[in-house]
Nanobody, 128 residues
Framework: QVQLVESGGGSVQAGGSLRLSCAAS????????MGWFRQAPGEEREGVAAIYAGGGSTYYADSVKGRFTISRDNANDTLYLQMNSLKPEDTAMYYC?????????????????????WGQGTQVTVSS
């Protein structure tokens, strides 16, 4: 059974940093591509960052490039999202996701449709 559990969310002031973690069970980070998504109230869920299973190639939404870094600890099947220089517009519920359809990933790396498994989310609030 696949389980993804996020942690590390919280409240910070603009310019601050947070590191999100996603503990994976039932999937291995070396066999599945994984991603971080976020959803603000009244908004659609959007892809923030993704990391491919094999070579570990990373991909980012333009809005977070240079500020966020996705990484994984394969030994512990844990995914991370380091978020620096946070802005109020980064406020959202952040979700960890995983999938293993390489054809979908090739085309829609940051689309929710590409991911089969989801965590429950962790809230990030950035105040100005």
């Amino acid at each position: 059974q696949v389980q993804l559990v996020e942690s590390g969310g919280g409240s910070v002031q603009a310019g601050g940093s947070l590191r999100l973690s996603c503990a994976a069970s039932g999937v291995t980070t070396t066999s599945y591509y994984m991603g971080w998504f976020r959803q603000a109230p009244g908004e659609e869920r959007e892809g923030v960052a993704a990391i491919y299973a094999g070579g570990g190639s990373t991909y980012y939404a333009d809005s977070v490039k240079g500020r966020f870094t996705i990484s994984r600890d394969n030994a512990n099947d844990t995914l991370y999202l380091q978020m620096n220089s946070l802005k109020p517009e980064d406020t959202a519920m952040y979700y960890c996701a995983a999938g293993n359809n390489g054809l979908l990933f090739r085309v829609w790396r940051l689309s929710p449709r590409t991911y089969a498994y989801w965590g429950q989310g962790t809230q990030v609030t950035v105040s100005s």
